[in-house]
């Protein structure tokens, strides 16, 4: 599938902020779900935040409050705004995609996303 791109990852100290940015130009539904995912080492891709084509946010319990998913369609760019990191936080994170209607209902289950990019990492230090 085609590949979307992520930039932003870097190393902070708890309590600091980044953005991430992806492109996701290489998808081009204009129907979409568009997601972030986080994975530690071997442990499960995790969904951290998604949103869709109309405008709907959905966010993993431990980041809601502090991250904040939005989307530049005109650009298309999609972003990951966190703030007050925990070195909880730290992962390599991925951008995703995938059609509306294949999506609908899960969200942030990373297996029905068809879109992926490589990852940045993300680094906390206490």
């Known amino acids: 599938q085609a590949q979307l791109l992520e930039s932003g990852g870097g190393s902070v100290q708890s309590g600091g902020s980044l953005r991430l940015s992806c492109a996701t130009a290489?998808?081009?539904?204009?129907?979409?779900?568009m997601g972030w995912f986080r994975q530690v080492s071997e442990k499960e891709r995790e969904g951290v935040a998604s949103i869709n084509s109309d405008g709907e946010t959905f966010y993993e319990d431990s980041v809601k409050g502090r991250f904040t998913i939005s989307v530049d369609n005109d650009k298309s760019l999609l972003f990951l705004e966190m703030n007050n990191l925990q070195p909880e936080d730290a992962a390599m994170y991925y951008c995703?995609?995938?059609?509306?209607?294949?999506?609908?209902?899960?969200?942030?289950?990373?297996?029905?996303?068809?879109?992926w990019g490589r990852g940045t990492q993300v680094t906390v230090s206490p």
């Open positions: 290489a998808f081009g539904h204009p129907n979409y779900y």
């Open positions: 995703a995609a995938g059609r509306w209607f294949k999506v609908h209902g899960d969200a942030l289950k990373a297996s029905v996303y068809t879109h």
